[in-house]
């Protein structure tokens, strides 16, 4: 799950995937430069967090779905 700090839609979507029993692996896209450049490959260069890559392939672009 690629997310910044202070933000509330990441924890939003931490206290969710928490909730249900999912582990996640947390890429802050502000403090690396390749996890950024991966955040933007996935959003069409927007950018928008949470953005989360399920194991299966699928892609959630923000939270709630539907968000970003």
């Known amino acids: 799950m690629y997310v910044k700090p202070g933000c509330p ?10 909730a249900e029993g999912e582990t996640v692996e947390e890429r802050d896209a502000t403090k ?4 950024k450049a991966e955040l933007f490959g996935y959003t069409n260069r927007r950018g928008t967090v949470p ?11 923000g939270f709630p779905p539907g968000r970003g």
Not at 9 to 18: E, I, M, V
Not at 32 to 35: C, E, F, V
Not at 51 to 61: A, M, P
């Open 51 to 61: 953005t989360i890559i399920w194991s299966d392939g699928r892609k959630q672009v």
């Open 32 to 35: 690396n430069d390749a996890w």
């Open 9 to 18: 839609y990441c924890q939003a979507a931490r206290d969710h995937l928490a």
